[in-house]
């Protein structure tokens, strides 16, 4: 059964831009809105848990446990109410955070898909998906942690149908496949979370995750993250998400020169920045409570810089939002990388 979405979220800050007061959350790209449904979940542990943005609650379904254990969470836009309601997204990234407990329930292997509002249409419901990331032997280390991954867009059919096209294709046929590039730009009406083994199946008697957040384009989108999907989560390879950082960094110089930005917010970016590099193992400055940032959140170039670094919105203790980023050598040497452009160039 669906269970409707909230257009907003609870705890989210909001800028003040030209066009009126706007959520931090939608401004970083995270879709809200819309529907949910699941294989299966636990009376208060329900699959909405997985989509308010937050670590407080979770998702539980006991289907998931045990040997052979599989599960599914799936996200729906729904059919429009106005002229601007939202009834599609890329799906450039997403975010998995880890449960309160239990850490043997944490998904560990998963895939991630896509399904276009034409196939929903044409109740291409079963062949329809296509395969926009794949994961295996992923570890949570700690509870409540956020895990950020990169879609990769896998050149890979998502069933039977798609397979016998691959088929049809190396044998000479018309159909190919939708390439990567082609993916990365797709508009997708559903998009489903496939958990193919938890953490230690053997001894888990259910799986679970605290939030499932996914993110298409930042509004507005002055980069064109489009085409650099790379740099929208540390899940992705080092060198790409390096030069994406270096645009974004650029970015803000010229938004700066063009009087778009203070030099008071250039400095708190800085700041930022340079806490992450210089001190890679404190997590004071992987957390950025949102009221504190706030102008950084009110400028496209800003924001952007900090999602290109990896920081992602999520509702944590308090509850407050923050800005939180993952664990890892990618933050730190892309937090170089930003604090070296920036400052010798501002």
């Known amino acids: ?13 909001y800028v003040d831009v030209p066009s009126g007061p706007t959520s931090v959350c939608a401004r970083a790209g995270r879709l ?3 529907a949910c449904r699941a294989s299966g979940e636990n009376s208060g542990e329900e699959a909405v848990n997985a989509f308010d943005g937050g670590v407080l609650t979770k998702w539980l379904d006991f289907g998931g446990g045990g040997l052979g254990g599989s599960a599914w ?25 880890s449960a309160n407990d239990s850490p043997e329930r944490d ?13 929903e249409q044409a109740g291409n419901l079963t062949d329809g998906w296509q395969v926009l990331d794949v994961r295996k032997e992923v570890t949570f280390t700690d509870r409540h942690q956020l895990r950020s991954f990169a879609c990769t867009f896998p050149h890979k059919a998502s069933s039977s149908a798609q397979q ?3 088929g049809s294709l190396a044998a000479g046929g018309e159909h190919a496949m939708p390439s990567p590039p082609a993916l990365a730009h797709a508009h997708w009406r559903r998009f489903r979370l496939r958990i193919t083994s938890t953490a230690d199946p053997a001894a888990a008697n259910s799986v679970q995750l605290a939030a499932w957040n996914l993110f ?16 929208s989560s540390l899940g992705a390879a080092g060198e790409s998400g390096l030069e994406a950082c270096q645009q974004a960094a650029h970015q803000v110089i010229q938004a700066k020169l063009a009087c778009l930005l203070t030099t008071q917010q250039v400095e ?56 939180v980023l993952e664990a890892g050598e990618h933050a730190v040497h892309r937090a170089a990388c930003i604090v070296k452009v920036l400052g010798s160039s501002v």
């Open 1 to 13: 059964m669906w269970r409707p979405l909230p257009m907003r979220q609870e705890h989210d800050e």
């Open 32 to 34: 809200m809105g819309g």
């Open 73 to 97: 969470l799936e996200f729906r836009f729904m059919d429009p109410e106005g002229a601007s309601a939202q009834t599609s997204s890329p799906l450039l990234s997403y975010d998995i955070v």
């Open 107 to 119: 998904p560990r292997d998963w895939v991630v898909e896509g399904l276009s509002l034409q196939d």
């Open 164 to 166: 016998q096209q691959a």
């Open 216 to 231: 298409g384009l930042p509004q507005p989108d002055p980069l064109n993250l489009t085409l650099l999907p790379s740099c």
């Open 268 to 323: 708190l970016l800085l700041k930022v920045m340079a806490n992450v590099a210089n001190h890679p193992e404190d997590p004071r400055y992987r957390r950025l409570r949102a009221s504190k940032v706030l102008s950084l959140a009110s400028s496209p170039e800003a924001l952007v810089l900090l999602l290109a670094t990896g920081f992602r919105p999520l509702v944590s203790d308090g509850p407050a939002l923050f800005f």
